[in-house]
């Protein structure tokens, strides 16, 4: 890789980490070129060198945060619980911690509702990355024919709960949705034969 070609990449990734940044403390809209550029230390002059519009850099830090986020969460709950990876996804997502830090890492709570009013290109790559969010996560559970509709309960309780609990956070109510989201999960996802 010739100088000019790192430099390139090494722009380019602080564009996507500067859009990724403002994606979730703000959304698309209220995120502008000139604010994603000036998080990464570039002049909004090059933004065209490297994406076509704020669409195509949406779009990808969409797509590139939310793969990242779950795919970190995969693993880690691998890791930690070979023996039941699925239960320990959804106790971890829906845990204070994930709820109360101070910058969020999941994307869907941050953009879900803004990606529903905006429509394309922004809710294709969202239902190309829930797609695959559903697909590894049914496959995290015990083989049988209600695994993908258990990985799309799974998937929505978290969402909701956790969406729910952060509107309402530093509220008994708030606490009460993680609470019971992860207890009602456990249950699904332990639940035989259903």
Known sequence: MTQKTEQKQKSHDAILASAATLLLERGIQASSIMDVMKGAGLTVGGFYGH???????FTETLRATARTTWNALLRKAKED???????KVLVRYLSRKHRDGVTPTCPLPSITSEVSRAGEPYRGALEAELQEFVQSYAELLPAGARRREKALTAIALMYGALSLARAVRGTKLGDEFLDAARKLGAELLTKEGA
Do not use: T
Request: avoid cysteine.
């Open 51 to 57: 994406f076509d519009s704020k669409e195509h850099l």
């Open 81 to 87: 619980a070979p023996e039941a990876p699925a239960l």
